[in-house]
Structure formats: structure tokens, C-alpha cells
């Protein structure tokens, strides 16, 4: 019996396993929020956690909760390789993805968000692909070396699970204070066969003061780094305005519905902030000020390039920048709006930065910047990337090649970690545009997909001790 059977006949012993723990820690809805206790992200991300070590425990790992900002489930090894693979880095393998997803609304969803679904071979519930499924797809693959491999592997493997992925990324440079690094990880937290590139990631707000006259308030989105989903605004005065097959009014209130998208891929969103500001503009006669902001807010969330701001560039290995509105929000009669920017891996920052500021000092805007991650890029070439594709390769008899992408893993803040999987391109939008992606509605990972997964980690451990 050859390797592969056995690991088929392992998943096909565990799947009903897999599915429950999978159903468990999808039911928790592990959004930030405020502190509590020591659970510094909140109580259901604090649960999820502890969900996920509980599963560790139970299979027979060691486990530890790193004061909440991150988990680690390890499978000590007995043979452990005592020379270390490189100076100053644990002999370790990581798979290091995160627990925490972004809000989801059930009433924009055909199944309850905060449940597992198994529908037509499909993984449906908010963090299947992202990153929760991809982590028990991990813990099985360490499951598998445990109980069913023959050899003792010359290093630890451990799953570090972070919780503050989402929104800051405050979770691995703690963990880093208290561990060494593993001298080899990767990240599920894209997609197969291996990403070699990551563009620079920063969000600007910009604010338009005292612009409101008629409008009494201007809100849209729900997390910076995805196209706006829905956009309301409430009027000052009841208008017997029309509807549309993207706005509703119910009195006052004006809502917009779009598409939402992960920021990373914009084109497949329909912003409804830009969708609002277009119908307020055509339908309430706003003039002066209060038109120039509705213009702004038109212009900028309908062109993800950040032609608005004169900064749209792009390069060979990674494509164009992408500039998306993500939420509007209004305090008094000013309309604040923010702008998750992804820069080539080729570009920098200070031309962008300085584009923006000059844009907003000609319009008398207020620009405000939060964070700065830089580009990677890696050659295409090197022994890592080479295994790591050799392995996706011979599971799943593609001919995957090396890719960049848009989205901020913590590939960009860990050492020595490669982006690597959890889904591939075959099974992406069976829902259609703007369903069953990272961060939209519907979000799943199929069946196959999640275990293939475990094949491909399993292998790559292999392969590992084999070759490096």
C-alpha cells in the first residue's frame, strides 16, 4: 500500500471527526471586540482558542495558550534533530494560520453563518477557508504523522494559531517574545499550489468636513479591507424618492446593496458606497460641498485602482494597486471614509503617500494613514518554493506554478513562512461572484479541497525531513 492510501484510508476513517471538531469551531463567532478578562481580543475569540486547544489535547498534542494572542499544538518529536537547520530558529515546522474572522450577517447569507453547512460537497460557515478550516486540516495532517506514520520525523511540527490576524496582526510578534520561530513554516491562508509574493498593505481615512447639508448621516461597509456590501444614509427631510433594484427606502432611510469582495480582489465586488452616493447625487439635488463629497465618494468606491487619487500603477509579478472603500462613516456634518491600498510588490510607499496628502491639502480634505506593510517578492526558483510545489503537485496531479497575491498574510511578519493553500482556483466561485469567498457571503471550502489539504500538509512534512 503506498503512502497516499494510506492517508486516503485515514481521511476516510476520520471524516465524521473532522466534520464535528470543524462544526465546533465554526459556531463560535470569533469576531474582535472589547477585552475581557484576559481574553485581550475578546470572549468569542478567547473561546475559539480554546476550542481549537481543547481539540489538541484530545488528539494528544501539547498544547499552550499564549496569554490568548496566540495557541500552539505541537507533536514532539523523539528524534528531534539536535544541529539547528538555521541559527537562532527553532527545529520546528510551523503551519501558522489564525482563528479570528471578520462579522458576517445572516441575513445576507442562504445558511446561518455561525454553523457548518455540508451542502454539494461544499464547507459552508464564516472561517472555512479563513483560516479555521485550514487549521483542523492541519491538526489532522499532524494527526496522520502521529498515529498512522512510520518514522519518527527529525523535528517538532506545531500548529500556532494567532487571533488578532484580522485586524492588526498584534498576535505573532507577541508569540515571537516568548518562542523562537519555527526554521521552516507556511500559512493556509490563500490558496495552492504557492504564493512568492505579497503586496505592500496600508489604510488611509480620509475626511471631508462640515460637507453635509441635507444628508443627515452617510454610512457604509463593516471592515476596511473588503468592498462595501450595503451603504444607508438618512435624510433630513422625507422626499418621495424612487426605488431600484439596488435601493430601497423605507421613510428617511436609503439603502444601498452591493457585492461584497475581499480587498485583495475588488473586481469581483460592487461597491454599494459608490452605488448610494450615485443615487443621492441623481435624486436629492445636493449642491456645493455636499455634492463635491457624494462626487468623491461616486468616483472613488466605483475605481479600485486609486485613479481618484492619481496613484494607480502596477507590475509585472503582481498586477495593479487596489484601492477600496471599505466604511463610511459620519460624525456631525462630516463624512470620514476609508481606503485599504495594495501596492505592487515592485513599489513603494513614499509616492503614494505623497499623491494622497497632496490630493486631500488641494480639496481641504483631512488624511490620516494607519499602518504600512511593505512588498515580498521571492524567485520562483528557490529550493523552498520548488518543494513546497512539488508536493501540491503530486497530491492533486496538477501542474500549479507560483503566484502572487494582493492579500496581507502573516507570511509578511513571521520568519521563514511560505503562503500555502487552502483552496485552489477549480473550486472558487461555484456560488457565483461575490459568494463563497475569504470575507464574503457564503464562504466555504469544499470537501475535496479541505482534504487535499491534509494530503498535501502531510506530504510536505515528508518531504521536509526527506530533503532539507
Known sequence: MTELNRIEKFIERTRDEYLFDLKDIISIPSVESEPVGDMVFGKNVGLALECLLKMGEKYGFQCENVDYRCGRITLKSNSKKEIPYKEGFENEVGIVGHIDVVPAEPSTWSCEPFALTVRDGLLLGRGTEDDKGPLIAALYAMRYIKEEYKKELPFDISIIAGCNEETGMKDL???????????????????????????????????????????????????????????????????????????????????????????????????????????????????????????????????????????????????????????????????????????????????????????????????????????????????????????????????????????????KIFPNTYVYGATQAKYSSLLGAGKGGAHENDEYISQKEFEDCIKVFIKMFISISEKM
Open 173 to 411: 510578534p507577541y508569540y515571537l517574545e516568548k518562542h523562537k520561530a519555527p526554521f521552516f513554516s507556511v500559512t493556509p491562508d490563500a490558496s495552492f499550489p504557492v504564493c512568492i509574493g505579497e503586496k505592500g498593505i496600508m489604510t488611509v481615512y480620509v475626511t471631508i468636513p462640515e460637507c453635509l447639508s441635507k444628508i443627515e448621516s452617510f454610512t457604509g461597509g463593516t471592515v476596511k479591507n473588503a468592498v462595501a456590501g450595503k451603504a444607508e444614509s438618512m435624510l433630513k427631510n422625507g422626499q418621495a424618492l424612487p426605488e431600484t433594484s439596488d435601493i430601497s427606502i423605507n421613510k428617511n432611510n436609503v439603502t444601498a446593496v452591493g457585492i461584497t469582495a475581499h480587498a485583495a480582489i475588488p473586481e469581483s465586488g460592487k461597491n454599494a458606497i459608490g452605488i448610494l452616493a450615485k443615487y443621492l447625487l441623481e435624486n436629492i439635488n445636493p449642491q456645493g460641498k455636499e455634492k463635491e463629497a457624494l462626487e468623491f465618494l461616486r468616483e472613488a468606491a466605483f475605481d479600485y485602482k486609486g485613479t481618484v487619487f492619481g496613484i494607480n500603477c502596477e507590475d509585472e509579478h503582481s498586477g495593479y494597486l487596489t484601492c477600496v472603500a471599505g466604511v463610511t462613516t459620519t460624525e456631525g456634518n462630516s463624512i470620514t471614509q476609508s481606503f485599504n491600498i495594495r501596492l505592487p510588490v515592485t513599489k513603494t510607499w513614499d509616492t503614494v503617500i505623497e499623491k494622497i496628502q497632496n490630493f486631500c491639502n488641494e480639496k481641504g480634505y483631512v488624511l490620516k494613514t494607519y499602518g504600512n506593510s511593505k512588498p515580498y517578492y521571492i524567485p520562483a526558483d528557490s529550493k523552498e518554493v520548488q518543494l513546497l510545489l512539488n508536493c501540491y503537485n503530486e497530491v492533486t496531479n496538477d501542474e500549479g506554478k507560483p503566484y502572487t497575491i494582493g492579500g496581507g498574510t502573516y507570511a
